[in-house]
């Protein structure tokens, strides 16, 4: 399995069941970050705005993939959806293991949400808050939800990410167990242990 960040919450999974985006976004949507032409045989969207929902920008392989897909309902904030609405949680499960990409995730996970997701190998979790929970309600999640790795997105970088949002650096100052990659691929099978990985951002 390959996981591959295109910045902001775009996530490219190959696996040998089949491939997936999650929230692709839309042209000049996400400041310092331009989405290349992506092929996939799945596209799964969080939520409609245009930094999470351009599923035109996937082109469709046209293959039917054999992973499963459990889709768990949130909120885009802490009010019950007041300010932003909702927010669908996808878990993909293939080679064995289970990916679970929170999307724009506004709220702390309820009992019930923490038992649909079950067992995670992988979180992908936005950690910079204002549209999201912040890099304290993160840390929480991701210690409840248990997962071997831990991928922070959503944040603020170095000429790229929303001004109103936090770095990543929030987060990982509440993680004891921090991994720097050099690119933005993941190979899950290749890290021992657990760990919160650092991808890097591809910029324009």
């Not at 007041?82 to 929170?102: D, F, P, Q």
């Not at 004891?176 to 910029?203: E, H, K, M, W, Y």
């Amino acid at each position: 399995m390959k996981l591959t960040w295109y910045g902001h919450s775009c996530f490219l999974l190959e696996s040998a069941e089949g491939s997936v985006v999650f929230d692709p976004y839309a042209p000049g949507s996400v400041p310092g970050v331009e989405l290349p032409v992506l092929t996939a045989d799945a596209v799964l969207c969080s939520h409609g705005h245009r930094d999470h929902g351009c599923q035109e920008a996937v082109t469709r392989s046209g293959a039917t993939p054999r992973f499963s897909v459990t889709r768990i309902e949130s909120f885009h904030d802490d009010r019950q959806g007041a300010l932003r609405g909702g927010n669908t949680i996808h878990v993909v499960e293939a080679e064995g293991l289970r990916v679970a990409h929170l999307g724009d995730l506004g709220e702390a996970l309820n009992e019930a949400q923490l038992a649909a997701l079950g067992k995670v190998d992988v979180l992908l979790i936005p950690v910079g808050g204002y549209y999201t929970i912040d890099a304290p309600t993160a840390d929480a999640a991701a210690r409840a939800v248990g997962a071997r790795l831990v991928v922070p997105m959503h944040y603020r970088g170095e000429g790229f990410g929303y001004d109103v949002i936090a770095p990543v650096e929030d987060f990982l100052a509440l993680r004891g167990d921090v991994l720097r990659l050099d690119g933005n691929s993941l190979d899950p099978a290749a890290i021992d242990g657990a760990a919160t990985v650092v991808l890097r951002c591809p910029q324009k």
